[in-house]
T-cell receptor, first 111, second 115 residues
Framework: QKEVEQNSGPLSVPEGAIASLNCTYS??????FFWYRQYSGKSPELIMS????GDKEDGRFTAQLNKASQYVSLLIRDSQPSDSATYLC???????????FGKGNQVVVIP | SQTIHQWPATLVQPVGSPLSLECTVE??????LYWYRQAAGRGLQLLFY??????ISSEVPQNLSASRPQDRQFILSSKKLLLSDSGFYLC??????????????FGPGTRLTVT
């Protein structure tokens, strides 16, 4: 079982719509959860951190965490063409000094 | 504010040649430092991480090595490059403090092509 899984294929959304990304993780003791955005040819950029169950909103981004079900999601409201990127989910496993990353989901916002 | 630097930005090296990539962090002390590789179209692979000077943990056995000669300097090396070493090399830092909680911040990366 992979530590972090992002199973959805490329996601195409029309401009102005909501993009929804999901991520599941295997270590029930994980405490810290992150979403990174990576534009093609660039390094990942941290866009959201979430540490407790529930929703956390930052501008057009909302991260949702459900520790009982071991999933974390990212919603992008009013999607813009500039949101077209690969989104990486990352989780800090218990007792580790590192993050476990998912393979990422590509989002394409169609004008 | 904190800044992370990596150089060179791009590198083309022949098979069998040595490698040295450098990463430095400014504006913080005693960070955790990480080296990742991202092959074309692939996910992030953690190669090494360091929690202090001279302390290196290796995640994947390979022909690469890492060193941390100073608190904010992290170096990735190889004595002989393989074709499979091509990829996007990323350095990252994090702080182990409650307010940061292992948030990692990435440098701009080095794109290595082994020919």
């Amino acid at each position: 079982q992979k530590e972090v899984e992002q199973n959805s294929g490329p996601l195409s959304v029309p401009e102005g719509a909501i993009a929804s990304l999901n991520c599941t993780y295997s270590d029930r003791g994980s405490q810290s959860f992150f979403w990174y955005r990576q534009y093609s040819g660039k390094s990942p950029e941290l866009i959201m951190s979430i540490y407790s169950n529930g929703d956390k909103e930052d501008g057009r981004f909302t991260a949702q965490l459900n520790k009982a079900s071991q999933y974390v999601s990212l919603l992008i409201r009013d999607s813009q063409p500039s949101d077209s990127a690969t989104y990486l989910c990352a989780v800090k496993p218990r007792g580790n000094n590192r993050l476990a990353f998912g393979k990422g989901n590509q989002v394409v916002v169609i004008p | 504010s904190q800044t992370i630097h990596q150089w060179p930005a791009t590198l083309v090296q022949p098979v069998g040649s040595p490698l040295s990539l450098e990463c430095t962090v400014e504006g913080t002390s005693n960070p955790n430092l990480y080296w990742y590789r991202q092959a074309a179209g692939r996910g992030l692979q953690l190669l090494f991480y360091s929690v202090g000077i001279g302390q290196i943990s290796s995640e994947v056995p390979q022909n690469l090595s890492a060193s941390r000669p100073q608190d904010r300097q992290f170096i990735l090396s190889s004595k002989k490059l393989l074709l499979s070493d091509s990829g996007f090399y990323l350095c990252a830092w994090s702080l182990v403090l409650p307010s940061y909680s292992y948030e990692q911040y990435f440098g701009p990366g080095t794109r290595l092509t082994v020919t």
